[in-house]
Nanobody
Framework: QVQLVESGGGLVQAGGSLRLSCAAS????????MGWFRQAPGKEREFVAA?????????KYADSVKGRFTISRDNAKNTMYLQMNSLKPEDTAVYYC????????????????WGQGTQVTVSS
């Protein structure tokens, strides 16, 4: 079992930056892949980024965030991060972290555990 807690969301102006964190507990953190998803009001949850069990492995990004967002993890701290730069109003959403006991995936159905989310609001 895995427990996930996101933090770092908030209100930022367009062009600004935020760093989200996802603290994990339970199963050994370095044994599973992790991902970030987001959900805007009235829209389906969408993939943002994913990382394999170690930082030097597979990393995936959605096209909409490539070049602006960076996913990383610190296995010693049981924490995953999402550095978000050049934020746009369309990045406004609740951001969720998730744990994937299989391979690095970009579909929500592949993930086994989810956090409760943190709100990111980007004003124009």
């Amino acid at each position: 079992q895995v427990q996930l807690v996101e933090s770092g969301g908030g209100l930022v102006q367009a062009g600004g930056s935020l760093r989200l964190s996802c603290a994990a507990s339970g199963r050994t953190f370095s044994t599973y892949a992790m991902g970030w998803f987001r959900q805007a009001p009235g829209k389906e949850r969408e993939f943002v980024a994913a990382i394999s069990w170690w930082s030097g492995g597979t990393i995936k990004y959605a096209d909409s965030v490539k070049g602006r967002f960076t996913i990383s993890r610190d296995n010693a701290k049981n924490t995953m991060y999402l550095q978000m730069n050049s934020l746009k109003p369309e990045d406004t959403a609740v951001y969720y972290c998730a744990a994937d006991f299989g391979t690095v995936a970009s579909t929500a159905a592949e993930y086994d555990y989810w956090g409760q989310g943190t709100q990111v609001t980007v004003s124009s």
